[in-house]
């Protein structure tokens, strides 16, 4: 079995335990307190409210702060790592936690990860188990860390655990992005997103959202690299031309009945 948690003590570096059956207990009780120290946050009050919001881009809709938000498809890593771009162009303050297997954590490069948000700011952790994984970004979320925390699990979580990273998000202020591998269910998200790559850009359709609306979005970049506005996907879809009127109107339908005269001699009548 691989080590049971990674947990970065500085910045963008991954530490690992051993292998043992379950992660470090010493270890996981140590990361609320290591990333408040990252972001020089105490227990002190927060500072957010279920009002504030993070905008992704102009006309789509936003993902609220103290709230658990799932992604889907293809392009949710891209997704997920451009709202933590977006997250410390509001504010510096924002440190990114990424969570997840070996495989997960180990994928992502420094220079992948410079092109959204400085390396330095993020913090990953690797976890052995789906209930590791869970358990770790319910402390991450509840850090006080006013984090934008990326989740990567197989299947979604269900309605008993996105309820319990819902709260840990309440309580720390942070914004939780569970992205999916495989399937979704019924959960206590606020907002569920499928992201698919396309030859020109990403299409982005909101499949749930508890407090706006839901829609299809084609993202595109412009040459240096920064989304542009976003078109809803019906204007790239274009519309069935309706067949032409016609004033005339239809001709009666002719039936042909049995003669009601004698038959002739020797003929037998029709059936």
């Not at 993020?122 to 789906?130: D, F, K, L, S």
């Not at 569970?178 to 569920?192: D, G, K, M, N």
């Not at 749930?208 to 976003?230: C, E, M």
Request: proline share 11%; glycine share 10%; with cysteine.
């Amino acid at each position: 079995m691989a080590g049971g948690i990674a947990f970065d003590e500085c910045a963008g570096r991954v530490f690992q335990t051993p292998a043992i059956a379950r992660p470090s207990l010493q270890v996981l009780h140590s990361l609320p307190a290591g990333l408040r120290r990252q972001v020089h946050l105490a227990d002190g009050p927060d500072s957010f409210r279920p009002s504030n919001a993070l905008g992704l881009l102009s006309g789509l809709p936003k993902l609220l702060w103290q709230r658990v938000h799932e992604v889907t498809g293809l392009g949710g890593l891209h997704f997920a790592l451009t709202a933590a771009k977006r997250a410390r162009a509001q504010d510096n303050a924002h440190p990114s936690i990424i969570i997840g297997t070996a495989r997960d954590v180990h994928a992502l490069r420094p220079e992948g990860l410079g092109a959204y948000v400085p390396p330095a700011s993020v913090t990953m952790i690797e976890a052995g188990r789906r209930a590791d994984i869970l358990w770790t970004a319910e402390q991450a979320l509840a850090a006080k860390a006013q984090a934008v925390v990326l989740i990567r699990i197989d299947q979604g979580p269900t309605l008993s655990e996105s309820r319990t990273l819902q709260i840990a998000a309440e309580r720390g202020g942070s914004l939780g992005l569970i992205l999916i591998a495989r399937q979704a269910r019924s959960s206590a998200c606020q907002t569920r997103w499928d992201c698919q790559p396309v030859p020109d850009g990403w299409d982005w359709t909101v499949v749930k959202n508890k407090t706006g609306p839901v829609g299809q979005w084609r993202i595109r970049a412009g040459p240096d690299g920064s989304l542009l506005d976003p078109i809803p996907l019906s204007r790239l879809t274009p519309q069935p031309t309706p067949p032409p009127h016609d004033p005339t109107p239809p001709s009666a339908s002719v039936v042909s009945l049995p003669p009601t005269g004698p038959s002739p001699t020797g003929a037998r009548p029709a059936p």
